[in-house]
């Protein structure tokens, strides 16, 4: 693999550690190691997606600066004593991972107090570290998710499925997802493309990348993966140190569009079944291919049906729209209660954009 | 500790877990292989031996970094208790962090504690499932896939030539030296990262 330097030169120069390391030194890569550790423990007490004022959290880089007065600071020593002060905008010292002073109502000016300090903030989903008047923004692998310092991470892949399904389907919040339609600011219809953009080609991509970031203790996630010698599974999550695996099998409900209007395909709940069905077949195939290992399947259902689409459409009401939100896809069979490797399947609706 | 069991590993092992513990709450299994390795790269970033790590790592046949010294201490220290938590979820319990404490003061274990340090402080702001996927591009461990071996990693009298051109790359790209192996462990993450999701066909890596 040859390496890239331009590019290993530009991720070095966007990088907060290398700014406050070129700012501070060691002592300010030491204070940056508080401030996240501060952050990610604030964030498991108060979720980034409830905060509605700018937070600025601080280490000073010497010891014993004290960069604002402290005398009108609150000192906490229960992240849950918190809550209170989030709702307005607040900025919080960090002293160790689970003390803090805190001044709230507070609005500091951040240019100066990265003068002495490694400064974070958070504000709309954007997170900055500045150092020395310097910054650099935070770039988040998941930014369904508000913040890359509150990233779930999940030991069941039901769960990281269910966190899919809520914070990165439903409003389409996923930049990888988002590529899947004809227009995104309606979600109405999927974008008709070749592979390797297809409709199932992202969303592949998107839920792929999505639990190789939030599931723990796995080996791999693969995609497109042939459980014999001519059917590939969409994905297969490979456990460590468990003769254990996943195959997940993703079918799309919905209409696409080609670029010039033309609607292409038309997939119901029919699809649905069909996925059951070829899931069913995979894991018998794979079971006797690998005999020694537990393999469990699992049917993503992503759930774009709207109601009275043609091709003429390019708005749609609420009811209309939302038509399909609870409609629960019946199995038959239900391979689901018949067989012990065959998760319940789990419909995503996305909700399209309706009109006003 | 039982006779056999690498002091080495035990060590890595206890850092590990309890760096990880304060991050996530507790460690797991696959996650101190994975830490561990990934000091044993920033150790030779900063010009030692793989073969002065104490212990060596195999590509297990799923492509993660694993040791079986590092599972040996693991249940070596259950046993004893130094090692708790529920199910495969790991953490120390009291006296594994006194023992953690007595064995950083001995010097044979002075030059682990910067790579194990930066390993860990890489997760403060890389998700756990971004280092292991970025590690999992590293040439060791994309050779032995390669080659479909599982053999031991990093064997070699001298630095494998690929890993030699991406620490040089580093370097140079840092332009600064920091003591600190946090940073070139951050960016060297990112790096991979960034490259395991070219490969991954997206259009536009969303991590540097």
């Given at each position: ?22 700012a ?21 007490c ?9 937070l ?38 960090v ?45 988040n ?17 039901h769960?990281?499925?269910g966190?899919y ?34 409709p ?79 899931l ?22 992503i759930d ?53 | ?21 304060q991050v ?37 046949p ?14 070596s ?9 529920v ?15 007595t ?44 080659l ?39 960016v060297?993450?990112s ?18």
């Amino acid at each position: 693999m040859n390496v890239n330097l331009d590019e290993m030169v530009e991720l070095a120069r966007s990088q907060a550690e290398t700014m406050v390391a070129t700012a501070f030194d060691e002592q300010g890569i030491e204070a940056l190691k508080s401030v996240y550790l501060g952050v990610r423990n604030l964030y498991k007490c108060h979720s980034p997606e409830l905060l509605s004022h700018p937070l600025v959290v601080f280490r000073p880089v010497a010891y014993g600066e004290k960069p604002i007065d402290q005398s009108e600071a609150i000192r906490i020593t229960d992240l849950r004593q918190l809550r209170p002060c989030l709702r307005v905008p607040c900025c919080v010292q960090v002293l160790d991972s689970t003390r803090m002073l805190v001044w709230s109502p507070y609005e500091v000016n951040v240019s100066e107090l990265s003068r002495s300090a490694v400064v974070y903030t958070y504000d709309g989903r954007e997170e900055y570290v500045w150092a020395k008047e310097d910054f650099r923004k935070l770039r988040n692998p998941l930014p369904q998710h508000a913040s890359v310092l509150a990233i779930p991470s999940f030991d069941s892949l039901h769960h990281a499925l269910g966190s899919y399904r809520d914070c990165s389907a439903r409003l389409c919040s996923c930049p990888i997802l988002s590529l899947v339609w004809y227009d995104p600011d309606t979600r109405l219809f999927l974008m008709s493309r070749p592979k390797p953009n297809r409709p199932e080609d992202i969303i592949r991509r998107s839920l792929y990348w999505s639990l190789n970031v939030t599931l723990r203790e796995i080996a791999t996630v693969l995609q497109e993966q042939n459980v014999d010698e001519t059917h590939p599974v969409d994905i297969r999550v490979i456990y460590k140190f468990q003769d254990h695996q996943a195959l997940i099998e993703i079918k799309w409900l919905g209409n696409t569009r080609a670029p010039d209007g033309r609607i292409v395909l038309r997939y119901g709940a029919a699809m649905a079944r069909k996925g059951a069905r070829q899931l069913a077949g995979y894991l018998d195939r794979y079971a006797r291919s690998v005999p020694n290992t537990e393999v469990r399947g699992y049917l993503t259902v992503i759930d774009a049906r709207r109601r009275g689409l043609n091709s003429a459409s390019n708005s749609i009401s609420k009811a209309k729209g939302m038509h399909y939100e609870n409609s629960e896809i019946t199995y038959a069979p239900e391979y689901h209660t018949q067989r012990d490797d065959f998760d319940t399947p789990m419909r995503m609706f996305i909700e399209p954009v309706c009109d006003p | 500790m039982r006779p056999g069991v690498n002091p080495y590993a035990c060590y890595d092992t206890l850092f590990v877990i309890s760096r990880t513990q304060q991050v996530m709450g507790n460690a797991m299994a696959g996650e101190v292989h994975l830490l561990a390795y990934l000091a044993c790269l920033l150790s030779m970033y900063r010009g030692r031996a793989a073969s002065d790590w104490g212990y060596w790592f195999i590509r297990s046949p799923y492509g993660a970094p694993y040791s079986s010294d590092i599972d040996r201490a693991v249940e070596s220290m259950q046993a004893n208790g130094w090692i708790g938590g529920v199910d495969r979820h790991l953490t120390l319990s009291s006296a594994g962090g006194l023992m953690l404490e007595t064995l950083s003061q001995l010097g044979q274990n002075g030059p682990r504690k910067g790579p194990l340090d930066a390993a860990c402080a890489s997760i403060l702001s890389v998700p756990m499932g971004i280092v292991r996927t970025a590690v999992s591009m590293e040439p060791e461990l994309r050779n032995a896939e390669a080659l479909s071996l599982d053999r031991t990693l990093l064997d070699e009298p001298e630095i494998p030539v690929p890993l030699h051109d991406q620490f040089e790359a580093l370097r140079r790209a840092l332009g600064i030296r920091v003591a600190d192996l946090m940073v070139p462990a951050v960016v060297w993450l990112s790096y991979l990262s960034r490259v395991a999701q070219e490969e991954m066909g997206m259009q536009e890596p969303l991590t540097p």
